[in-house]
Structure formats: structure tokens, C-alpha cells
């Protein structure tokens, strides 16, 4: 429940102006020079603060630069939060959670699919924006679903101006969109864990972060608890350190001798 209730803070402090969903306006102030931790799109109109995917890639196709504002953000937050930054202060995280509540079969995600989010961080977040003629932030012009949801729909929705000039690139995002709500419901953080670029990056700063999980060998009595309520299908004594763990908390809570902390 406090882990709910921190999730739904983060999402309202990072989305005050919800007032805006109904005029389709966007939020163009100073905050705007500021990114959010989690993913949360730029064109949102209840957003206060930038992605910082999308930062990545703007200041790289705005002449092959490097980001060092927005990397310098990232690193710190995934420094010390590493991927607890999915698990608490993401927007579309929480979606994602909600989705997976509907009733359904839940399926176990095949292992080699995890390193997918690897590939569209390296292709689509770092190479493609400087490659590209326009220098088109690739991922959140060709993938993001994040910015479907959150931007592309809404403001669909309020611009009629908009509708006409439809056409293939919106159909093939909406599609993607689509997938990722279906494959949420089956599989818990499908996006996350499959095709997050942000959650990439925080992966791999998962084992050197301030915030980490820690087992304690000596007072672990191998009851398996902890990897039977883990969400992501890891063992919590041998995966603690593992890019892919969110830091939930879940298997802390259930340890009956107060080994993982």
C-alpha cells in the first residue's frame, strides 16, 4: 500500500496541470527544463516535466551532441535509486501494474526477450537520433507507447485539425500501444522489462545504486518464499543485485527471518 500510495504521489507531482487533458494545451514553462525520473512524455498535456529519453535524443539530433544535462540526471537518479525509480516514481510503471490486475491467464516472459530493451536503448535512443537526416528522436517518434497513451491520443482527441493528416506512423504506434496493453495484462511490467530504455539504463546502474537489496546468507533458511511472490520470476537470494529487480519489496516483506533487506 505505501509503495501504491508513493507511485500515485510521483505521478500527480510529475502530471499537475490534468486540467489540460480537456483543452489539449501543453504545459510549455520552466519546469520543462527539468526531467522526471520515470518515463513520462513531453507532449503530455498534463506533464510539468520533460522525459528524459526524449531530452537524450533531442540534444543529440539537434546536431550530433551529447546530452550531458540529461545523462548527468539519469546517472545521478540511477546511482542512487537504480531501477526502484520503475518501481516508485514511473508514471507509466504504475500503468503498467494496473493493467496486469485485469483477469487473465499471466504468462512467464521467455528470458532472451529481456535484452530487447538493450537494443532500442542503442539503436533508437543513441545512434538513430544522430544518424537521421532530421534527427528524429527515433524511439519516441517510431516506439513509444508511453507518448501514445499519455500525448498522442489525447490530444487527437481535442484537435480535430489533427485527425486528417493521420497516417501510417500513428496506425503502426497505436498498434504498438496496443501490444504493449495486451502483453501488460499478461505479463507483469511487460513493457518494462522488455522494451524500456530508460529501465535499461537503471539496470545497469542496478548494482552500483545507493538503494539496494541485500541477503543475508547466514539467517536465509531457503523457504523459497521470496521467489515465489517475486513479480519478475528472480530468486531474491541470488538475483538481489540482478539489472533486472525493481526493488519492489515484495519478497522483503514475506522473508520470515529478515534476511533480504
Not at 485485469?102 to 542503442?122: A, C, D, H, M, Q
Request: hydrophobic share 45%; charged share 15%.
Amino acid at each position: 500500500m505505501r509503495r501504491r500510495l508513493i507511485q500515485l504521489a510521483a505521478t500527480i507531482l510529475t502530471n499537475p496541470y490534468a486540467a489540460n487533458f480537456l483543452s489539449g494545451k501543453l504545459y510549455r514553462g520552466e519546469l520543462k527544463n527539468f526531467c522526471a525520473p520515470g518515463l513520462n512524455c513531453w507532449s503530455c498535456p498534463a506533464a510539468a516535466l520533460s522525459c528524459p529519453i526524449g531530452a537524450l535524443q533531442a540534444v543529440a539530433g539537434s546536431g550530433g551532441k551529447f546530452g550531458f544535462y540529461a545523462a548527468g540526471i539519469v546517472l545521478l537518479i540511477g546511482l542512487l535509486l537504480g531501477r526502484a525509480v520503475c518501481s516508485f516514481l514511473c508514471p507509466f510503471g504504475l500503468i503498467q501494474e494496473l493493467l496486469n490486475k485485469i483477469p487473465s491467464p499471466k504468462l512467464e516472459l521467455p528470458r532472451r526477450l529481456l535484452s530487447v530493451k538493450y537494443f532500442l536503448l542503442i539503436v533508437f535512443v543513441l545512434i538513430l537520433p544522430v544518424a537521421l537526416p532530421l534527427g528524429e528522436p527515433a524511439f519516441c517518434e517510431y516506439i513509444c507507447p508511453a507518448g501514445t497513451l499519455e500525448a498522442g491520443l489525447p490530444l487527437i482527441a481535442t484537435h480535430e485539425e489533427f485527425r486528417p493528416v493521420l497516417g501510417n506512423l500513428f496506425a503502426l504506434k497505436v498498434s504498438i500501444l496496443l501490444a504493449v496493453i495486451a502483453g501488460c495484462v499478461v505479463v507483469h511490467r511487460f513493457f518494462c522489462r522488455v522494451m524500456c530504455p530508460l529501465g535499461a539504463i537503471y539496470g545497469l546502474l542496478n548494482k552500483h545504486s545507493f538503494y539496494q537489496l541485500t541477503c543475508a546468507a547466514d539467517k536465509c533458511v531457503n523457504c523459497g518464499r521470496c521467489k515465489t511472490i517475486c513479480p519478475l520470476d528472480l530468486d531474491p537470494t541470488k538475483d538481489f543485485a540482478s539489472a533486472e529487480c525493481l526493488r519492489c519489496g515484495k519478497c522483503k516483506k514475506v522473508c520470515p527471518t529478515r534476511a533480504l533487506t
